[in-house]
């Protein structure tokens, strides 16, 4: 399939690495400079293309006219829906998934926007049902996959002595193939970038393969 993810940040340069990976063609839309040396050092350099993402020129060079999914992972609800809209209304994309940062915007992200599939971090925590506690203080969310390639959506609190409390994230070293998706504290849905500073009680939610997981209970518990 020929993939566009919109947003090269964390999640957006991990999912396309996952989806490269598994064989599909992907192009990822971003518009800040600094991130693109990044990018072209993560992923080949045809698969990253510059410019704004809610631009239809842009999506056009980034091959939206042949695009079977369009994902829209930038950390603005607003950006995600115009290019929801773009990639439905104006191009016919069969299959448009967008972000939603702000849980009060997430009543935007329906069809009738263009967005087929919105992904709501606070959603995940609302449909919590906990599987067990397969590592002490490491409970699964969901799993995607199996055998080898399984990775899961895991959450962990951080302990009153845990090492990361009063660390940003920048400064901290994740496993391999870890990516953070949100942190609840009091009561509110926090989307980290590098400069979260994590706090005694937060909740971590994180995507994350096998062994990845006794990482994340070193590092938060």
């Avoid at 995607?144 to 070293?173: C, F, M, N, T, Y």
Wanted: a negative charge; hydrophobic letters at 45%; one cysteine or more.
């Amino acid at each position: 399939m020929h993939i566009i993810v919109v947003g090269g940040g964390q999640t957006g340069s991990y999912l396309a690495s996952l989806l490269a990976g598994d064989g599909h063609v992907v192009r990822v839309v971003e518009h800040r400079r600094n991130l693109i040396a990044k990018l072209e050092n993560e992923l080949p350099k045809e698969c990253v293309v510059f410019g704004n993402g809610s631009d239809a020129a842009t999506l056009e060079e980034a091959g939206i006219l042949r695009a079977d999914v369009v994902v829209s992972v930038t950390g603005d609800d607003e950006v995600n829906l115009v290019v929801s809209m773009l990639a439905k209304m104006e191009y016919g994309v069969s299959r448009v998934i967008a972000r939603v940062n702000n849980p009060r915007n997430s009543w935007m992200f329906n069809q009738g926007m263009g967005v087929d599939v919105g992904i709501n971090q606070a959603d995940i925590l609302a449909r919590f049902v906990q599987e067990g506690l397969d590592l002490k203080d490491v409970y699964t969310l969901m799993k995607l996959g199996l055998g080898e390639e399984e990775h899961s959506i895991v959450q962990i609190e951080v302990r009153p002595d845990a090492k990361v409390a009063g660390k940003p994230l920048k400064d901290i070293e994740l496993p391999g193939q870890t990516v953070l998706i949100a942190i609840m504290r009091a009561g509110e849905i926090l989307i980290p970038n590098g400069s979260t500073v994590l706090s005694e009680g937060d909740s971590i939610i994180a995507f994350t393969d096998g062994a990845g997981r006794e990482g994340i209970r070193h590092a938060f518990a």
